[in-house]
């Protein structure tokens, strides 16, 4: 079980991280985080490493494989990885499986990776099938979470971090939900992170490799995905989720009778943050099926796609390809 650590600034964060880890950890930090100077702070060996969608590749893998091996890590060393999600991830496969696996900790520096990416050990990479096709389940020994590192977001970064904290009010957590589309600004409180964050451990303990409820942590991925690669990721991963929700919205409201107020409200949610919620597809139908077809939910002709009766009423529900495609064409 992952220990979550929850701190309010950063100076608390370099006591923390002092005061328990060993001089001779690793840290391997996210390049964006240079401003901050904790290479200067913490009593260890730290390295910079840049990285993003697009580099999320074997290649970056190797490269963390290779520093690894570089400074002598062995089965009883650890890392703490200190990033967005994309660092996370690759970071924690290329842990997971040196040497058979060795420790390691997060320290989430996005407000996507504080409610997501750190959370249920998802690690992998993407390869010309689509995202996170290679990846391990290993969780991470804690997860340490900064409110004050959200400072050091530019705002289309924070915006995306918010579609996945109303994804999970979405599937199980109304009152975030309501505390979301209400609030006149967009940015949420240090207890509203905690109460997203909450929603997908819970699921996590109770289904950890994905058997049956952990699907619902994917609402909206299943066509933001299919955005994303139709992009070639030029659409940021939580842009390509608002809008995979929007059409599984859709979907919901033929499929499962969701009142079209729900989406009036998601609607005007993505108005505020502004954010678009249709997608011009670049690829015909056939295409479409074939990056559907590579979705890790799907069969030979079917995908498991999560929808809403209403608000924290989430069903996974077995459809064809067929069907989602023409939904999100038309």
Same mark, same amino acid.
């Given at each position: 079980?992952? !220990? ?10 370099? /006591? ?6 060993? *001089? ?31 580099? %999320?590749?074997?290649? *970056? ?15 009883? &060393? ?24 060795? &420790? ?8 996507? *990776? ?13 390869? &010309? ?18 409110? /004050? ?25 109304? %009152? ?57 990721? /030029? ?49 015909? &139908?056939? %295409?479409?099926? /074939? ?30 390809? !067929? ?8």
């Amino acid at each position: 079980m992952t !220990n979550n650590i929850y701190l309010e600034t950063n100076s608390g964060l370099i /006591e923390y991280l002092n005061s328990n880890y060993k *001089s001779d950890t690793l840290f391997i930090i996210d390049s964006n985080l240079t401003d901050i100077n904790i290479d200067e702070k913490v009593n260890a060996r730290v390295f910079y490493f840049d990285i993003n969608e697009d580099t %999320k590749n074997l290649t *970056s893998v190797e490269k963390i494989w290779d520093l690894l091996f570089e400074q002598n890590l062995n089965r009883s &060393s650890e890392i703490v990885i200190i990033g967005g999600g994309v660092l996370l991830d690759v970071c924690a496969f290329a842990s997971s499986t040196f040497k058979r696996g060795i &420790s390691f900790s997060f320290v989430p520096s996005t407000l996507l *990776s504080m409610v997501d990416a750190s959370h249920g050990g998802k690690n992998g990479f993407n390869n &010309s099938y689509g995202k996170n096709q290679i990846g391990t389940f290993t969780l991470p020994e804690r997860v340490i979470i900064c409110y /004050e590192l959200l400072d050091t977001l530019h705002i289309d970064n924070y915006k995306d971090g918010l579609i996945e904290l109303i994804k999970h009010g979405m599937i199980a957590n109304e %009152k975030i939900f309501n505390s979301m589309i209400t609030q006149a600004g967009f940015n949420v409180d240090f207890e509203t992170i905690k109460q997203g964050i909450n929603v997908k451990m819970n699921i996590v303990n109770e289904d950890f490799l994905e058997g049956n409820k952990r699907k619902l942590l994917n609402f909206g991925h299943t066509v933001g995905h299919i955005i994303e690669k139709d992009s070639n990721y /030029e659409v940021t991963h939580g842009q390509a989720v608002a809008m995979g929700i929007y059409y599984e919205l859709l979907i919901s409201k033929e499929q499962l009778g969701l009142p079209k107020d729900i989406i009036n409200s998601y609607l005007n949610y993505l108005n505020k943050i502004e954010y678009n919620y249709k997608y011009n597809f670049l690829s015909n &139908s056939k %295409k479409l099926i /074939e990056i559907l077809k590579h979705d890790k939910k799907s069969s030979e002709e079917n995908v498991d796609i999560v929808l809403l009766y209403e608000i924290g009423n989430p069903k996974v529900i077995n459809l064809t390809f !067929n069907e989602v495609i023409e939904v999100i064409q038309n």
